[in-house]
């Protein structure tokens, strides 16, 4: 049995390993753009995968959130912890933003003469994209009310949280474990108030292993995957768009990078190969899939590998990264300034501040979309600036696929980096000599 168990582990570290990987990309590529007529049944496949992925990531972030409260909310310097947060998130937002911002207007991005637009609006037609569908919200607005951030506000709270787990309302549910967390913390002591959050730990173990298994599987969905995003991609606007696709990934890479180098730094420097290692797998699921909710297992693994505290990873990491979506903001706001030189505009500072903050305003408005989904969100920004986003956004669409995978990335990494200068790593001692919340608890299971 112990043989058996050790073979099953070496094929399924081959099965996910890079070369296949990189043997799925090329096969899905090439059934793509060739062989058009297998992408409707790969496109299932990988669609069906990508499901699997997600119906685990919730109940994941559900267990963690509402075991990592309670125990965040017994610790001695969750006060500390919050104030930490929210000032590192403010100021993350406001510096990329700001940064991208500056980057798309110092890259003329959209100083395009009138041949190239003609051709860019007659590859887009090409494509047949409803623009309607990406626009901002699904539901008739009544006329005096702008969607925006009111919008998001209005479904913060779930009247059902079984049709939220159904409907994939990560939102809604975020908010529930939350409650119910510092709920459960504000319980008398009790034997029976402990043994709830050990089952929603257990819960938490059960499907991460669950997620163990469908991504030693992450072959068989990229083929799928990869069809479909290739067989809809319009490689004239590709064309037409380069330098917009290339400023924007180097953005996104470069984002990534410093979010690494962040995770590396406050991981007190870990050896090279021990961060590649423990990196691998979440950077490869962001990338392949796109979504960052279907890599939450993994980052909710990662981090506790480079000795941050598993209790405080598992109550602020899915906040972060459900919530704070750093690539989505930095995407827009290059975005809105390639829309500001296109409808030729003048950047003064007002409009400067208004991008910086409605971005990230757009981006919490996006809560809950994925990949394109989120594109619309874009009108929270157009409409404060006057800017009218109709056919402009079917360009975004068209190109999505080559920066959704960097968006996805930077989403992930840059919420782990806020995590982790949020919080200590277990076995170091933080500021005033104290040694972590993992300490405690162990001390008060023991007793």
Known sequence: MPNLHLRTINWLNLFKSPPMLLVSLVLGTFVGVKIPSLVPLLSWLGNTYLALLQLCALPIMLAGLVAGVYRLIGGHDSRQIILRLVAIVIAGFMVCNGIAALLGWVGNLGRLDLATLTALGTEVNKTGIDGEIYRFSEVAIEPDVRPGIS?????????????????????????????????????PPSPARERFVTCFEFLFQVFGLIADVIVACLPIGLIGLFAEQFAATSFGTLQLMIRFILLANLSLIAVYLLSVGVIWLRARRPNRMRLFVCLKETTILALST????????????????LRFNLVEVKSLLPINLITFRYGTSIYFALATMFILQIYQEPLGINQFFTIVVGCFLASL?????????????????????????????LVFVAIDPFVNPFRALVNVYASIAVTAMVIEPTGSSDRRGNTGLMTQISAVRAS
């Open 151 to 187: 919008t998001l506000m209005n479904n913060l709270v779930s009247d059902n949280i079984f049709a939220s787990l159904a409907e994939g309302e990560t939102l809604e549910v975020l908010i529930f474990a939350i409650i119910l967390g510092i709920a459960v913390s504000l319980l």
């Open 290 to 305: 796109s979504s960052s909710l279907a890599s939450l297992p993994y980052a909710l693994k990662m981090m506790p590998r």
């Open 365 to 393: 408005s996006s809560i809950g979309g994925a990949g394109i989904a989120v594109l619309g969100c874009l009108e929270v920004v157009t409409s404060a600036l006057g800017l009218p986003i109709g056919s402009v956004l």
